[in-house]
């Protein structure tokens, strides 16, 4: 296979799930509408519980809105990453995933291909949330977007791996839907979204140790240092290993030859 050929599969896969968003509004506008109500409505209530204002980690003084701006970024990638798994599950129900799965090309190809695609859509919602936040005096440093574009390509595809992953373990769709569940809150309640680290230590020693092994406190370390134009060395390295991982698994997860090799076994 050409490297022109991996190309117009890669762009074909984008552009399949670009329709499908545009043709999915009310997804679009979920997306924001659970992180704008944290912006707007209950970042008063834990401002008022924390303090006017916080120390994060450089050491600047910010209102409580702008220090949970990373978490909400990161919940719209999480929610973003499960919601594209889903569509997986859909898609396998359909038949439609067939479609895509018996191309020639390598199977990791494609089911990355899928990732990146929507991981482009959730940084598109993100930098939407961002533009409504900025009239709620949420705003960073101009060269703080530029490096969030690399901080939320990166821990949205891992995200969306471990999406994946479930997805290719959980056969039918209703299952799915409660599983998303069971793993959506526990990680975004357990991480620094909300609090930060220093204040979950001094609360509970278990709960930080719980935060520190939690792969999503680290994406919302590296957004929050990225947007200040600084970069969280050891959560990089966190949600890389992380997203090899769940990569790893969600490969692993779709290949065809696991089946067979049940079906075998069952005979």
Same mark, same amino acid.
């Given at each position: !296979?050409?490297?022109?050929? %991996?190309?117009?599969? &890669?762009?074909?896969?984008?552009?399949?799930?670009?329709?499908?968003?545009?043709?999915?509004?009310?997804?679009?506008?979920?997306?924001?509408?659970?992180?704008?109500?944290?912006? +707007?409505?209950?970042?008063?209530?834990?401002?008022?519980?924390?303090?006017?204002?916080?120390?994060?980690?450089?050491?600047?003084?910010?209102?409580?809105?702008?220090?949970?701006?990373?978490?909400?970024? *990161?919940?719209?990638?999480?929610?973003?990453?499960?919601?594209?798994?889903?569509? !997986?599950?859909?898609?396998?129900?359909?038949?439609?995933?067939?479609?895509?799965?018996?191309?020639?090309?390598?199977?990791?190809?494609?089911?990355? #291909?899928?990732?990146?695609?929507?991981?482009?859509?959730?940084?598109?919602?993100? +930098?939407?949330?961002?533009?409504?936040?900025?009239?709620?005096?949420?705003?960073?440093?101009?060269? *703080?977007?530029?490096?969030?574009?690399?901080?939320? &390509?990166?821990?949205?595809?891992?995200?969306?791996?471990?999406?994946?992953?479930?997805?290719?373990?959980?056969?039918?769709?209703?299952? &799915?839907?409660?599983?998303?569940?069971?793993?959506?809150?526990? !990680?975004?309640?357990?991480? #620094?979204?909300? %609090?930060?680290?220093?204040?979950?230590?001094?609360? #509970?020693?278990?709960? %930080?140790?719980?935060?520190?092994?939690?792969?999503?406190?680290?994406?919302?370390?590296?957004?929050? +240092? $990225?947007?200040?134009?600084?970069?969280?060395?050891? #959560?990089?390295?966190?949600?890389?290993? $992380?997203?090899?991982?769940?990569?790893?698994?969600?490969?692993? *997860?779709?290949?065809?030859?696991?089946?067979?090799?049940?079906?075998?076994?069952?005979?």
């Amino acid at each position: !296979m050409s490297m022109i050929q %991996y190309f117009r599969c &890669f762009v074909g896969i984008i552009q399949r799930e670009a329709l499908r968003f545009l043709q999915q509004q009310g997804r679009f506008f979920a997306a924001l509408v659970r992180p704008l109500v944290w912006l +707007f409505i209950f970042a008063a209530g834990f401002r008022s519980i924390l303090g006017v204002s916080i120390v994060p980690p450089y050491e600047t003084y910010v209102m409580y809105e702008v220090y949970i701006t990373p978490g909400l970024l *990161g919940m719209i990638q999480l929610f973003n990453g499960m919601q594209s798994s889903l569509s !997986m599950v859909y898609d396998r129900e359909m038949g439609s995933m067939k479609t895509l799965l018996i191309s020639p090309l390598p199977r990791w190809f494609l089911l990355t #291909s899928k990732l990146c695609a929507g991981v482009l859509i959730s940084i598109l919602q993100s +930098f939407v949330y961002l533009l409504i936040a900025w009239f709620w005096e949420v705003e960073a440093p101009l060269f *703080g977007y530029l490096v969030l574009i690399p901080a939320l &390509f990166l821990s949205g595809l891992m995200l969306g791996s471990l999406g994946l992953f479930f997805s290719s373990v959980i056969k039918q769709l209703e299952n &799915f839907a409660g599983v998303m569940n069971f793993v959506i809150f526990p !990680m975004f309640f357990t991480s #620094s979204a909300l %609090y930060p680290l220093w204040r979950i230590k001094e609360s #509970s020693i278990l709960l %930080y140790n719980i935060a520190m092994y939690n792969p999503f406190t680290h994406v919302v370390e590296l957004i929050r +240092f $990225a947007l200040y134009g600084q970069v969280n060395y050891y #959560s990089l390295a966190y949600v890389s290993i $992380a997203c090899a991982v769940f990569l790893s698994l969600a490969i692993w *997860g779709y290949d065809p030859t696991r089946g067979t090799l049940a079906r075998l076994k069952g005979n």
